[in-house]
């Protein structure tokens, strides 16, 4: 079980993690909610304790600290309502690609800033042409002396109009298919880039979502993450963990609607007892209960898997799938319990119900989730 690996010092990070929360996030959820951003102190903030990036390497300023660290973070950001700050995604997705793929020049530019928060990243993949299918890109980077030019779009991105570094895939060889993809970094202050507007959600509003747009941008030709034409191969490596973050959000989003429904469902009185004493609601919660627990047990064993560094990819498709779809049913009856009140903005749940909309649809949509695991079965058209 996950719950056996944790140690003393897991628990003192998390006790150390949640009473920052409860100090800087919960309190300000609603107005970085209502002016659709968080601001940039939160992230020197959290750099100043060690909260961002926790597993880089010492040798650029981190704590060397295993996934289970970044895990605890992310749960704990949701149960104190913020699901919206950025920074799993900075810390489990975006830097892992500089430090894994990164010249040691890169490294040493952007890790720091990435553990203090001085440097907020975010990856540039999906297109207003390309999502699902991201073979299909279209952005292209065009290599002159010693280095780059890219042209091309990004939408839909992450932390997009703040961040400070930009993992972009483009194609270095458009005739090579998705052979032909390579990852570049792109600073904010690299000539030709700019952010368009920043996206008005359905959910998630505190959090920064832009499209990115690249002109003539010029970058030295070491930007390149690894190989020229393999940055398909890497985004299918790092997907993993970046589908497992999700996973872990869906799951912690459950949890999160079933503790409203319940609690809401115990105390409003409708024919003269509480609604969830009517065996239609109790029958509901008891079903909501089962599905959340069987999402945990789950998503323990495929972040156990990860954690050994065994080979997920199959586990983790289906725990995106199934916890994707689950949290969404969940969230839909927890408002349900809430009658009218799940509709008002007052109650948590009609915030949370808006957000996990998003969730299974980023970082591979249910049905790309179905293609994996069908292929895997040996199923392919
Ligand atoms: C809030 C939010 C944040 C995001 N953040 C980022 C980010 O930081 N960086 C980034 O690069 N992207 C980001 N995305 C983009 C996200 O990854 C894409 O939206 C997603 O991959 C789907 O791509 P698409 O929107 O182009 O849909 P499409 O690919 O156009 O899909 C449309 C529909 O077709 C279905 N479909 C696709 N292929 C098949 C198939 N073979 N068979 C059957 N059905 C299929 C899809 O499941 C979907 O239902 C974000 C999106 C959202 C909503």
């Known amino acids: 079980m996950l719950s056996d690996i944790y140690t003393e010092e897991h628990r003192i990070f998390r006790e150390t993690f949640r009473r920052f929360v409860a100090a800087e996030i919960t309190p300000n959820a609603d107005a970085w909610e209502e002016s ?53 995604l900075h810390s489990d997705v975006a830097a892992p690609y500089l430090a894994s793929y990164g010249c040691e020049e890169a490294k040493e530019c952007w890790l720091p800033g990435c553990v203090t928060g001085e440097v907020v990243s975010a990856v540039g993949f999906s297109e207003p042409g390309a999502g699902s299918d991201l073979a299909a890109i279209r952005t292209t980077a065009v290599k002159d002396g010693d280095s780059y030019v890219i042209n091309g779009q990004k939408t839909f991105i ?46 998630i509003h505190m959090q920064d979502t832009a499209e990115l ?18 940055g398909f191969k890497y985004m299918m490596e790092k997907l993993q963990q970046e589908r497992l973050e999700v996973c872990i959000k869906c799951q912690v989003m459950a949890e999160e609607c079933l503790k409203e429904g319940l609690a809401y469902a115990r105390t409003r009185e409708v024919f003269g007892k509480p609604v969830a004493l009517h065996q239609a609601n109790a029958f509901r919660l008891a079903e909501m209960a089962t599905e959340v627990e069987l999402g945990r047990t789950f998503l323990d064993s495929v972040v156990l898997s990860h954690l050994k560094k065994e080979d997920v990819v199959r586990r983790v498709s289906m725990a995106k799938l199934w916890l994707g779809e689950m949290v969404n049913r969940v969230a839909y009856q927890a408002l349900q319990l809430h009658g009218g009140y799940g509709y008002m903005e007052e109650y948590r749940i009609c915030r949370l119900y808006r957000d996990v909309r998003a969730l299974s649809i980023f970082a591979g949509t249910s049905e790309v989730m179905k293609l994996i695991i069908s292929r895997d079965m040996g199923l392919r058209e």
Not at 53 to 68: A, H, M, S
Not at 74 to 81: A, F, K, P, W
Not at 181 to 199: A, N, Q, T, W, Y
């Open 213 to 230: 747009y690249f002109t003539d941008c010029r970058v030295p030709a070491w930007r390149v993450l690894g190989e020229p034409g393999q």
């Open 158 to 203: 992450t932390n997009g109009y703040y961040a400070d570094l930009v993992v972009v895939a483009a194609k270095t060889d458009p005739q090579a298919g998705y052979k032909g993809i390579s990852l570049i970094l792109v600073h904010k202050d690299d000539p030709g880039f700019e952010r368009g507007k920043k996206l008005n959600k359905m959910g």
């Open 36 to 88: 659709g951003t968080v601001p940039r102190e939160l992230w020197l903030k959290m750099g100043e304790q060690g909260f961002l990036c926790p597993w880089i390497d010492e040798k650029y300023g981190g704590l060397g600290l295993g996934f289970e660290y970044s895990l605890i973070i992310n749960e704990e950001l949701i149960r104190g309502n913020g699901f919206g700050v950025g920074v799993p």
